[in-house]
């Protein structure tokens, strides 16, 4: 990324959705473009090597504490120089939006994809289920999506009382079925939280021999947030592309939760609650060890007092 482009990304964090999308496209410059679809989404497009990336994001997660305004996988594509195909949500729409369909529907006329030797796609939540669900026009694409919903058709998820006033969008229509979408992708992996009923649900809609589960149990409620913060999630992205990404070296990076706070912390309360206290007790001796967590420290005097033990 230029110089002028990197002094642009300061100024992303504080820009209403309009002025955001005229700094992307400042940004981009004569590499790419970044072009509305309709007034609630947007479409960014950085050209490099013929390794393309298709993200989906939404606005608000853009700008949390920590994001300042931009996209999730810039450092990545930048590092590895991918190129980038980013559509951005203003608010939760899922991109169920004619504007974006059209979007999609001009890139396959165009051959858009076929210009590049590997299409990946990412997203998480809602923007996992676009992930899952434009992938479709790119055939033969590798997908990883973070807690997906299969689809808000109350006909078919009406158990899933969490996103209950956005089920009159349209999820019947073009490229609405998320599972049924993925048909047409080399494979797909799908991270969930069986932790979470509903979570484990949508993930037991994807039932495809090209979709590969991953149980992410004990990251907590969003495992995007959480798998950054262990320095799991660009690694997946990086091994989904050189085809690397196997239940073995799943594992290998997963064992990045073994030091991470709130992994440990949750683990314990799962432990606790199913009072399991002598496995508890074993877990929080073996991470005090290595480090001293006040959360494991309190909880390793808790399960000692359950056990009748007085040493902590």
């Known amino acids: ?174 490229f609405g079925y998320a599972p049924d979408m993925l048909q047409a992708a080399d494979h797909a992996w799908i991270a969930y939280n069986p932790g979470d009923p509903l979570d484990a649900m949508h993930a037991s809609l994807f039932t495809s021999d090209t979709v590969t589960k991953i149980r992410a149990r004990h990251l907590g409620d969003a495992l995007e947030p959480a798998l950054m913060r262990i320095n799991v999630l660009f690694r997946m992205l990086a091994q989904m592309s050189s085809g690397k990404l196997t239940d073995l070296s799943l594992a290998r990076l997963m064992r990045a939760r073994r030091t991470d706070r709130g992994y440990l912390s949750n683990l314990m309360l799962s432990l606790e609650s199913k009072e399991q206290f002598t496995r508890a007790r074993q877990m929080c001796r073996a991470v005090l060890r290595d480090q001293e967590l006040r959360p494991i420290r309190r909880g390793l005097i808790r399960v000692n007092r359950a056990l009748g033990l007085d040493d902590a």
């Open 1 to 174: 990324m230029k110089d002028t482009q990197k002094g642009a990304l300061a100024e992303l964090a504080d820009l209403d959705w309009t002025d955001w999308c005229l700094m992307l496209d400042q940004i981009a410059d004569e590499d790419g473009y970044c072009d509305p679809l309709g007034p609630s989404h947007a479409a960014l497009f950085i050209e490099k090597k013929p390794t393309l990336l298709v993200t989906f994001e939404s606005f608000a997660s853009m700008h949390s504490a920590d994001r300042s305004g931009q996209p999730m996988a810039w450092p990545l594509t930048d590092a590895l120089d991918w190129s980038h195909l980013a559509l951005f949500s203003n608010g939760d729409t899922w991109f169920r939006d004619p504007h974006v369909y059209a979007f999609f529907d001009r890139l396959i006329d165009d051959g858009f994809f076929d210009e590049f030797d590997q299409v990946l796609f990412y997203g998480a939540g809602a923007s996992g289920y676009a992930a899952c669900a434009f992938s479709v026009a790119a055939p033969g694409a590798r997908v990883l999506a973070l807690q997906p919903q299969a689809t808000l058709d109350p006909r078919v998820t009406e158990w899933d009382d969490r996103f209950t006033q956005h089920r009159r969008r349209d999820f019947t229509s073009r």
